[in-house]
């Protein structure tokens, strides 16, 4: 189907709601039934009915057909936080004495889930560096059920190979699921690779305007209507219906803010490159990363993440840095209109965070909307305070 069908057309049955071009919001819990025969009928099949908006509501209906064909997929679920749909996804795969294996850096919450939470249900998991097939071979026992990718993860990269990882999965009869957030379906479609199951921080690039947090699982129509009837209707994790209308808007847009973004972060990134107060720049398509090949094979784009390790004197110098920006917003979340700038320095050991280990010097960079060129001025008189 055309990018321009999925995000023009595709589940918006206009004549039923006046012709409007907008998708009414569907700003109610309950639905009533005129025949009785119908009402027993939506009972018994929650997900194609229109029953009660914990379970399928008509806004939320649209977001899903458009999520499911842009990711090549033949459904999808969405739910209130990036993190649910991680939850649910994995969450359905185990039982206790299962195994996960996972590769060694996923977004943190997702690693506190397999770390904290999952062992007090009695499933372990065993994280490998995602890099080498042959570690994540290694890794796999009889009791393993789900091989959980990331790729590229958002702080230093790192790529699976994903064609391999599906082929591997299917070998030892392991689910295989991908969180990816970082490249949006945009440039990165992984079922076409083989993958079971995709999930997405949809408050990222999908909503894109910073002002909705949801999260996206898309898989086969079994697959999703497993996890409907498990972890989506018992944990509740929903999106509200105006919450949906808000991402059906930023989706229209989708093609077109990935393309920008992704051509500054290139523009910014080459710059970097040559500049003498960078030690190391991490950044999936430049020529000097490590995976760069398989980075150009199964990404069409990158998207407006990179870190940098600076050459700083001092973590003073490097805070130096931060305070001197004046572009670039202080803030976690990416994927908005807004370019931001995530410091290490001093971002450790904060009690409840999960701290990934890296060096002081180490900054991440999210590019947004804005014009690069304005950006970039603000970045280099930045880094002259090095
Ligand atoms: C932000 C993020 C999440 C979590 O999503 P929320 O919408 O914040 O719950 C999961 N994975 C990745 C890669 C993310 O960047």
């Not at 055309?2 to 206009?14: A, D, P, V």
């Not at 904290?116 to 796999?140: M, S």
């Not at 790529?159 to 949006?184: F, M, P, T």
């Not at 009690?351 to 900054?363: K, Q, Y």
Request: aromatic share 10%.
């Amino acid at each position: 189907m055309h990018l321009s069908e999925i995000l023009n057309q595709l589940g918006e049955n206009r004549d039923r709601y006046f012709n409007a071009v907008s998708p009414p919001v569907i700003q109610t819990s309950n639905f009533a039934f005129s025949e009785l025969d119908d009402f027993r009928r939506a009972m018994s099949d929650e997900l194609a009915a229109h029953l009660y908006t914990r379970g399928n509501n008509p806004t939320v209906h649209i977001l899903r057909q458009k999520l499911a064909a842009l990711e090549g997929a033949e459904d999808a679920l969405v739910f209130g936080s990036g993190v649910a749909a991680v939850s649910a996804a994995i969450l359905a795969q185990v039982r206790s004495g299962d195994h996960i294996v996972c590769v060694r850096s996923p977004y943190s919450w997702t690693k506190s889930l397999l770390m904290n939470y999952l062992p007090r249900f009695g499933v372990e998991h065993t994280f490998v560096d995602g890099t080498d097939l042959g570690q994540i071979e290694a890794a796999i026992r009889p009791n393993t059920r789900l091989l959980y990718l990331e790729s590229p993860n958002s702080l230093t990269f790192e790529l699976q190979d994903l064609e391999a990882c599906a082929r591997l999965a299917k070998r030892y009869g392991l689910v295989s699921c991908i969180d990816n957030s970082h490249c949006s379906p945009i440039f990165q479609q992984p079922i076409r690779s083989g993958i079971d199951l995709v999930v997405h921080s949809g408050t990222k690039y999908l909503n894109g305007h910073s002002d909705v947090v949801l999260g996206v699982l898309c898989g086969s129509r079994e697959m999703v209507k497993r996890i409907f009837e498990t972890e989506y209707m018992t944990l509740g994790a929903i999106l509200p219906p105006h919450d949906a209308a808000l991402v059906l808007r930023g989706l229209r847009t989708l093609p077109l803010r990935m393309e920008r973004i992704d051509r500054s972060t290139r523009m910014i990134v080459e710059r970097l490159e040559r500049h003498p107060k960078v030690e190391r720049l991490h950044y999936p398509l430049s020529p000097s990363s490590p995976q760069y090949e398989l980075a150009r094979r199964q990404m069409s784009g990158a998207g407006g993440l990179f870190s940098l390790e600076l050459r700083a004197d001092s973590p003073e110098r490097m805070e130096a840095f931060f305070r001197r920006l004046q572009r670039f917003l202080l803030a976690v979340s990416w994927g908005g209109h807004e370019s931001l700038v995530l410091p290490f320095v001093g971002f450790y050991g904060i009690p409840g965070r999960p701290a990934p280990e890296l060096p002081w010097n180490f900054v991440r960079f999210y590019i947004g909307l804005e014009d690069p060129e304005w950006l970039w001025e603000d970045l280099q008189n930045a880094l002259e305070i090095l």
